[in-house]
C-alpha cells in the first residue's frame, strides 16, 4: 500500500513520486519534517512582512523581544542577551550597535558591576517590539486559522515533545 494515498498539498505529490522511484525507502520522516520545511518559509515570509511593516527584522525583534519580556526596567546584559538568541558576542555587539543607533536600545552602566553594561529597552524599542509582536501574532493567527483549536493544541503538543526530545538527545 502507498505511503502517501492523498494528494493534498505538495508535500504528497513529492512523496508519491519518491515512494515510485525508490519504493525501498521508508519516507515516513518526510511526512513530517518536509511540511515542516515547507511551513517555516512560510512562516519566516510571514515574519519578515510582519516585521518590515515596523522597520525591523527578525534578529532586531528577537533582541528586543529578549528585553521586552524581561520585565520592567527592560534591561539585560549583552552576555544574557546572547544566550537568549544564541548568537555570538561579537555578532550581539554589532546588534546592540545597530538598534542604539536607531534609538531603540541604550546602553548604561550596570549598577551591580562597575566594569558591566546593561542594554535596555528605550521607549521607542517599546513600542516598536510591542507593535511587531501584534502584528507577528496576527500573521502566525492567520497562518494556523485552517486548523480548528483542538488540532493547534495537539501539533503544539507533538512539537513540544518532539523539540525536548531533539534537544535533549
Not at 521586552?68 to 537568549?84: D, H, K, M, N
Not at 562597575?114 to 509582536?133: K, N, P, Q
Not at 501584534?134 to 518532539?162: F, H, K, M
Amino acid at each position: 500500500m502507498p505511503l502517501v494515498t492523498r494528494d493534498s498539498d505538495e508535500v504528497a505529490r513529492l512523496l508519491g513520486e519518491w515512494e515510485r522511484e525508490r519504493p525501498d525507502v521508508d519516507l515516513a520522516p518526510l511526512e513530517v519534517f518536509s511540511r515542516v520545511s515547507r511551513l517555516a518559509v512560510h512562516l519566516s515570509r510571514a515574519r519578515a512582512e510582519a516585521f518590515a511593516a515596523v522597520e525591523l527584522e527578525e534578529w532586531g525583534f528577537d533582541v528586543l523581544a529578549a528585553l521586552r519580556r524581561s520585565g520592567a526596567p527592560y534591561r539585560r546584559s549583552p552576555g544574557a542577551l546572547v544566550r537568549e538568541t544564541l548568537v555570538t558576542s561579537a555578532t550581539m555587539t554589532h546588534r546592540i550597535d545597530r538598534l542604539e543607533a536607531a534609538g531603540l536600545v541604550e546602553r548604561r552602566p550596570d549598577p551591580d558591576d562597575g566594569r558591566g553594561v546593561l542594554v535596555g529597552l528605550t521607549a521607542a524599542g517599546r513600542a516598536r517590539v510591542d507593535r511587531a509582536l501584534d502584528l507577528l501574532v496576527e500573521a502566525e493567527t492567520a497562518l494556523l486559522r485552517p486548523l480548528p483549536a483542538r488540532d493547534r493544541t495537539a501539533v503544539a503538543a507533538a512539537l513540544r515533545r518532539l523539540l525536548v526530545a531533539v534537544e535533549e538527545g
